[in-house]
């Protein structure tokens, strides 16, 4: 056999043991034997570039170049599913199925909801071609290189002709598109937090955390390190092998996927409710995290007759579980400062299994939520995790606490700087007001200033941030300005990365006026209010100089906000940050092309609904508001009208037309602006 031959045949040899071990858990041969192989196909494959494959076994070990994701139109919106936490409003769901088809039979998927990162994987000749994450459901980033060092999705499916009894028949389609989660399993999370915790890292909140955190990396390589693992649990295409979405899945099976055991097709609401009793307990058994029970009506025809609202398929709905509970002792209330200065109390309690994950620590939100349940050190608490996610108290045994046990005293001055604490009206958290001393603060609003919807500068994190902070690099967000590449690039071996961030600060010098009023972090003032203030004073100046009446003038800014707003701008040292941002070139004043278009939408507050086939829904909010128009998401009496596109969702068309609310479609809109 020569060595072309050699490469295809362990290339084909691999790719079933990759499937035997990490989708079927049945591995054939050892770790060792299954090392040789692979180092043999690597070693031939150097000798013979021109085989270069990108589907190839040995490419899951992904790379060290960091690559930019670019973002992908989805061939079939992820949309989101509806969400109950209760039996009856399963049986609502239910009704309105059977309703909905007339009467019809109809059969009901039962498959557990996984808690992970929405993948879409689209398969061209039996090959992985494109991974997609859902992203907002319309677009999403392509994460492909990423997805390929995940071992239990197939690269390549074996060829229909060759099919054996691991590939079995009906052969798969041309093309086709499966979706499934993407997850951490919790003997990988829990290892990986553990490295965290001893390197004095930031430990991840949760599995479906990490596992987001990990396919976003612009390194392929730490995503092979981080063994992922994926479920895939619908099929997309135009020759689909059957109309039973059940049916599909254990096809899919067949081809090399990994579908989960959990299915299981069902004709009743009581074997709906037997399915979802079952594995609220049995899933704690699971090796990945799961928070509920997804139901499909399994026929595609019955599905398409059925149809959609605006967010969600009227075939399905996902069961949550309710919140798992435990009782664990409240030892020590410590306090966190966040980059508003809000001081934030987190309860220290004796370590806990919850969900999966050992718990040791919760928010308690704020002092009057302490005062709430009148807590005592040495009290015993009622611990769930909101969402399946952030542990948080509910409750305390009041009959368990101990006579010795003293009431837990809100402090009086900042954990970090020492600074006395001040609460504002309207607020129930403490703040530090020394945010341009208080380290906390200063490396909060410096990842602020970097974020996307503010700055952009993507080319910098948090752990970077914290690493410059502790050099004396950076101060505060202007220093950033100052940094140079022969400050950052170690030894000479991070020459480019320290380039690319150089060059990543230096081009946010053209972010609009806008989001740098929203960089800057002045308290209360979100990215909307941003907008208003830059649209309506026009230049830093302006705005600097602006008294408490003129700004609550402005639609949108309250008293609060104003006085912060001139807090912010009487602050010496602001005032001689926001002059260095100006003199290194950020806009401080809103462009020609950003002041309104036209009067024509004046005074009318105008909400968005549905699926539009001209423009985006951020494209018609930004023609909105160029046209003197105001968003507002909900409808009220005071909505003027509906622009409404496909699909527009039933319970906002019933209440437009109770409060007699006009529905406006996407051409009657366009007509009204000038030059659309």
Not at 147 to 171: H, Q, W
Not at 468 to 493: C, F, K, M
Not at 550 to 555: F, N
Request: aromatic share 8%.
């Amino acid at each position: 056999m020569d060595e072309i031959q050699r490469i295809k045949q362990l290339r084909q040899e691999l790719h079933e043991h990759n499937y035997r071990y990490y989708v079927l858990n049945q591995p054939t041969i050892g770790d060792q034997d299954f090392d040789f192989l692979m180092h043999e196909l690597q070693d031939l494959e150097a000798r013979h570039p021109e085989m270069a494959d990108p589907n190839s076994p040995t490419q899951r070990v992904g790379s060290d170049l960091n690559a930019e994701f670019t973002q992908v139109t989805h061939k079939y919106p992820m949309l989101s599913l509806a969400n109950t936490y209760n039996e009856q409003d399963v049986a609502d769901w239910y009704e309105s199925v059977k309703k909905g088809l007339a009467g019809e039979d109809f059969e009901v998927c039962c498959e557990m909801k996984y808690d992970g990162l929405s993948i879409s994987l689209t398969y061209v000749d039996g090959r992985l071609t494109q991974a997609v994450t859902r992203g907002d459901g319309v677009h999403g980033d392509d994460v492909t290189a990423n997805v390929k060092t995940i071992r239990s999705i197939p690269l390549v499916l074996a060829a229909p002709a060759l099919a054996d009894d691991l590939f079995a028949t009906p052969s798969y389609p041309r093309e086709f598109e499966i979706r499934g989660e993407i997850l951490m399993p919790w003997a990988v999370f829990e290892k990986l937090n553990k490295e965290r915790e001893e390197a004095e890292e930031p430990l991840f909140a949760n599995p479906r955390n990490a596992a987001s955190g990990t396919l976003k990396s612009q390194k392929s390589s730490l995503v092979a390190s981080r063994q992922l693992d994926a479920y895939l649990y619908y099929l997309l295409g135009e020759e689909l092998p059957a109309d039973g979405h059940f049916e599909n899945l254990e096809i899919a099976r067949s081809w090399g996927f990994k579908i989960s055991e959990g299915m299981k097709k069902v004709k009743t609401l009581q074997q709906i409710y037997d399915f979802i009793n079952y594995w609220d307990t049995e899933r704690k058994k699971l090796p990945v995290a799961t928070d509920g029970i997804v139901l499909k009506v399994n026929s595609l025809r019955q599905q398409r007759a059925l149809g959609f609202t605006a967010k969600s398929p009227r075939w399905a709905i996902a069961y949550k579980f309710k919140a798992e509970r435990v009782c664990t002792r409240l030892n020590e209330v410590t306090y966190q400062v966040g980059r508003t200065g809000a001081i934030t109390p987190v309860a220290n309690m004796d370590p806990v299994q919850l969900a999966g994950t050992t718990v040791k620590r919760a928010t308690l939100n704020n002092e009057d939520f302490i005062r709430s349940f009148d807590l005592h050190i040495g009290d015993y608490v009622f611990v769930e995790k909101g969402g399946e996610i952030i542990p948080k108290i509910v409750g305390v045994d009041i009959d368990q606490r101990p006579i010795i046990a003293q009431p837990v005293e809100f402090i009086k001055r900042c954990p970090e700087c020492g600074t006395p604490l001040v609460r504002y009206e309207g607020e129930a958290a403490w703040y530090c007001p020394n945010d341009t001393g208080c380290p906390p603060q200063i490396k909060g609003r410096i990842e602020h200033f970097i974020a996307r919807k503010a700055m952009n500068i993507d080319s910098l994190g948090p752990e970077t941030i914290d690493d410059y902070y502790r050099q004396g690099l950076i101060h505060n967000i202007a220093d950033l300005y100052d940094i140079e590449v022969q400050q950052i690039n170690g030894d000479g071996s991070r020459t480019k990365s320290a380039q690319r961030i150089v060059n990543g600060i230096a081009a946010s010098k053209e972010v609009p006026f806008e989001r740098v009023v929203f960089a800057l972090g002045i308290r209360f003032v979100g990215e909307t209010s941003a907008k208003l203030l830059a649209r309506h004073f026009k230049n830093i100046d302006a705005l600097m100089n602006a008294g408490l009446e003129e700004l609550q003038e402005i639609e949108g800014i309250g008293e609060v906000m104003a006085k912060s707003i001139i807090t912010y701008f009487h602050n010496e040292e602001n005032q001689r940050i926001v002059e260095r941002l100006r003199g290194y070139g950020l806009q401080m004043e809103l462009a020609e092309a950003q002041t309104p278009t036209s009067d024509v939408l004046a005074g009318q507050s105008i909400v968005i609904s549905g699926v539009f086939a001209h423009h985006s829904r951020d494209e018609y909010k930004a023609i909105i508001e160029q046209n003197g128009g105001k968003n507002v998401g909900s409808i009220s009496s005071k909505t003027s009208f509906i622009l409404a596109g496909e699909n527009m969702g039933p319970s906002k068309l019933q209440k437009a037309e109770k409060l007699g609310i006009r529905i406006m479609s996407e051409d009657e809109f366009l007509e009204l602006i000038p030059n659309s």
